[in-house]
């Protein structure tokens, strides 16, 4: 018996999307794949409403967390702490020899719009880093909000990590001016894990041309370039993905952003009743509760691995909370492909598991 992966990521993959894949092997320097590959970007524009420059990036979300670090920032970084994802994106600040200082906030509290203005305001910044939704605590930071406060400050670049947020939930870049906005495939484009979609304005790619070590491979100019001039990539990517993304991006487009947007409310909606009923309760302050993965409370202290278990025999696979939130809380990502029938026969299942009413 199959199951449907209800994780953060990565998520359900419907099996004709498995299969978009299975293509013969072409050359990445030849105009099938430009033209596959141009294909791409112009959809993912579409899709995403953005005028911007697209770039995909054969790599998990982290490796363009890395490159917007070292195209991006000049001299110092904001760090926006509210879980584990963010915490690690500003880690890497350090780890990639620049300079920078972190709004920091405790887990389950979402980041608010006066914290950055407040830092902002000293000049000492010029990139600023914001994860859209923190997959391990279930936040939604407030990105319209923050959005309205960095227009006080054109010089800084505003960084977003949308890995599970990206085609789950709003996001208009143009209108809220993210300069660098990314996600990774595995979470609500429900494809396998490999590609980075990664959108970059043109003030962050006039930006990169001024930075020095920007490194090779996830380095913005030379990847904005070689499109420009060929419509191909650098280094080699991950062509079936390719095919794989190229499909879903069709379906996405057939679907209708709004309607898949519309589709992940409903999913959050069934699982934060379903918590709050169960008086198990959200772990996220309210009014910042993410549409694409609850993570919510444990108060009786249920194993969850004994749950997947007895899930698994019934078709379905959820999270444990994330690093210190282990088995105080847990996750169901409902996002990508899943559908808001596919949530309550879940929570049917866990309330027969568990003896629910």
Same mark, same amino acid.
């Given at each position: 018996?199959?199951?449907?992966?209800?994780?953060?990521?990565?998520?359900?993959?419907?099996?004709?999307?498995?299969?978009?894949?299975?293509?013969?092997?072409?050359?990445?320097?030849?105009?099938?794949?430009?033209?596959?590959?141009?294909?791409?970007?112009?959809?993912?524009?579409?899709?995403?409403?953005?005028?911007?420059?697209?770039?995909?990036?054969?790599?998990?979300?982290?490796?363009?967390?890395?490159?917007?670090?070292?195209?991006?920032?000049?001299?110092?970084?904001?760090?926006?702490?509210?879980?584990?994802?963010?915490?690690?994106?500003?880690?890497?600040?350090?780890?990639?020899?620049?300079?920078?200082?972190?709004? %920091?906030?405790?887990?389950?509290?979402?980041?608010?719009?006066?914290?950055?203005?407040?830092?902002?305001?000293?000049?000492?910044?010029?990139?600023?880093?914001?994860?859209?939704?923190?997959? %391990?605590?279930?936040?939604?930071?407030?990105?319209?909000?923050?959005?309205?406060?960095?227009?006080?400050?054109?010089?800084?670049?505003?960084?977003?990590?949308?890995?599970?947020?990206?085609?789950?939930?709003?996001?208009?870049?143009?209108?809220?001016?993210?300069?660098?906005?990314?996600?990774?495939?595995?979470?609500?484009?429900?494809?396998?894990?490999?590609?980075?979609?990664?959108?970059?304005?043109?003030?962050?790619?006039?930006?990169?041309?001024?930075?020095?070590?920007?490194?090779?491979?996830?380095?913005?100019?030379?990847?904005?370039?070689?499109?420009?001039?060929?419509?191909?990539?650098?280094?080699?990517?991950?062509?079936?993905?390719?095919?794989?993304?190229?499909?879903?991006?069709?379906?996405?487009?057939?679907?209708?952003?709004?309607?898949?947007?519309?589709?992940?409310?409903?999913? %959050?909606?069934? %699982?934060?009743?379903?918590?709050?009923?169960?008086?198990?309760?959200?772990?996220?302050?309210?009014?910042?509760?993410?549409?694409?993965?609850?993570?919510?409370?444990?108060?009786?202290?249920?194993?969850?691995?004994?749950?997947?278990?007895?899930?698994?025999?019934?078709?379905?696979?959820?999270?444990?909370?994330?690093?210190?939130?282990?088995?105080?809380?847990?996750?169901?990502?409902?996002?990508?492909?899943?559908?808001?029938?596919?949530?309550?026969?879940?929570?049917?299942?866990?309330?027969?598991?568990?003896?629910?009413?």
């Amino acid at each position: 018996m199959g199951r449907l992966l209800f994780n953060p990521g990565p998520t359900e993959v419907r099996e004709e999307v498995l299969k978009a894949q299975v293509k013969p092997m072409i050359s990445h320097r030849g105009k099938e794949f430009q033209t596959l590959y141009e294909g791409i970007i112009e959809k993912t524009k579409r899709v995403l409403n953005t005028k911007n420059h697209v770039v995909i990036f054969t790599s998990s979300a982290t490796g363009v967390m890395e490159g917007t670090i070292r195209n991006c920032v000049k001299e110092r970084a904001l760090g926006t702490a509210c879980g584990s994802f963010s915490e690690r994106w500003f880690k890497l600040v350090g780890e990639c020899d620049k300079e920078g200082d972190v709004i %920091s906030v405790e887990w389950g509290q979402a980041i608010k719009p006066e914290m950055i203005d407040e830092k902002l305001k000293t000049g000492k910044y010029d990139t600023i880093l914001v994860t859209y939704n923190e997959t %391990s605590t279930g936040v939604l930071n407030p990105i319209p909000e923050i959005g309205e406060v960095m227009k006080k400050y054109p010089d800084v670049i505003f960084a977003v990590d949308a890995v599970s947020a990206m085609v789950g939930a709003p996001l208009k870049i143009e209108e809220w001016g993210i300069d660098v906005v990314f996600a990774s495939v595995q979470k609500c484009f429900a494809l396998p894990p490999g590609l980075t979609v990664t959108v970059i304005s043109e003030k962050a790619y006039e930006r990169a041309k001024t930075v020095k070590g920007r490194g090779h491979y996830f380095d913005f100019v030379a990847y904005i370039k070689k499109y420009e001039e060929s419509k191909e990539t650098p280094a080699t990517p991950a062509v079936s993905l390719l095919y794989a993304i190229d499909f879903q991006l069709d379906r996405i487009l057939n679907e209708g952003i709004e309607n898949r947007i519309k589709k992940h409310q409903e999913m %959050s909606k069934i %699982s934060q009743e379903w918590a709050i009923k169960r008086e198990f309760g959200m772990f996220p302050e309210k009014g910042y509760w993410s549409p694409t993965v609850s993570v919510i409370n444990n108060p009786k202290g249920y194993s969850i691995p004994d749950l997947n278990k007895q899930l698994e025999a019934k078709g379905y696979r959820i999270a444990n909370g994330y690093g210190k939130l282990k088995d105080i809380t847990f996750r169901i990502g409902h996002m990508g492909d899943l559908t808001p029938q596919e949530t309550k026969g879940l929570f049917e299942a866990i309330d027969e598991i568990w003896g629910l009413k």
